[in-house]
T-cell receptor
């Protein structure tokens, strides 16, 4: 159980175009999902917290107009990289936590398999 | 500020040998601690977690970790590694005050010598 599906697993796009990445919780509901970015051989950096039905909360230094996040339902969050440039090339990973009530904060996060974005 | 330190960037051990990956954290309260493993080009898989109680926690794949408050450490151990254990390992701390926000360490890459 607790599977998080991320799509696509890899994408190549031209500079200036926009790319949408989907994150779905397949067998549980998630009011909160998280988007991370990982550079080669580096750790995961939290980009933003995606909240169902409300605006995402972005970490300091992350451009909200550049990385658009939509959490339209309890099982789907999307990250759109707008006007992508080569420096946006990275590995993007989403995570979600099963919503199990007031004490759900101690439930572990479940991660998608990531999306490799290459901007040419 | 909260932080997680993994002092070893890369470790190589022989198959069948024991393993210990180090993790130190900085956090004002008792943290929620995790170890995740990442295979190349893949997402993260939870190995084990500590929230409270017994300071020695058992995880999947034969891994265990011990929370030592006095040393602010949460080292990961395995008595005998297998070639399939080669991967990147991340220690992470969950911030209670920030819901599920998790801060990751820089990771330790584990290589297995045949």
């Amino acid at each position: 159980g607790a599977v998080v599906s991320q799509h696509p697993s890899w994408v190549i796009c031209k500079s200036g175009t926009s790319v949408k990445i989907e994150c779905r919780s397949l067998d549980f509901q998630a009011t909160t999902m998280f988007w991370y970015r990982q550079f080669p051989k580096q750790s995961l950096m939290l980009m933003a917290t995606s909240n169902e039905g409300s605006k995402a909360t972005y970490e300091q230094g992350v451009e909200k107009d550049k990385f658009l996040i939509n959490h339209a339902s309890l099982t789907l969050s999307t990250l759109t990289v707008t006007s992508a440039h080569p420096e946006d090339s990275s590995f993007y990973i989403c995570s979600a936590r099963p919503h199990t009530g007031p004490s759900s904060y101690n439930s572990p996060l479940h991660f998608g398999n990531g999306t490799r974005l290459t901007v040419t | 500020a909260q932080s997680v330190t993994q002092p070893d960037i890369h470790i190589t051990v022989s198959e069948g040998a024991s393993l210990e990956l180090r993790c130190n954290y900085s956090y004002g309260a008792t943290p929620y601690l995790f170890w995740y493993v990442q295979s190349p080009g893949q997402g993260l898989q939870l190995l084990l977690k500590y929230f409270s109680g017994d300071t020695l926690v058992q995880g999947i794949k034969g891994f265990e970790a011990e929370f030592k408050r006095s040393q602010s450490s949460f080292n990961l151990r395995k008595p005998s590694v297998h070639w399939s254990d080669a991967a990147e390992y991340f220690c992470a701390v969950g911030l209670y005050s920030s819901a599920s926000k998790i801060i990751f360490g820089s990771g330790t890459r584990l290589s297995i010598r045949p």
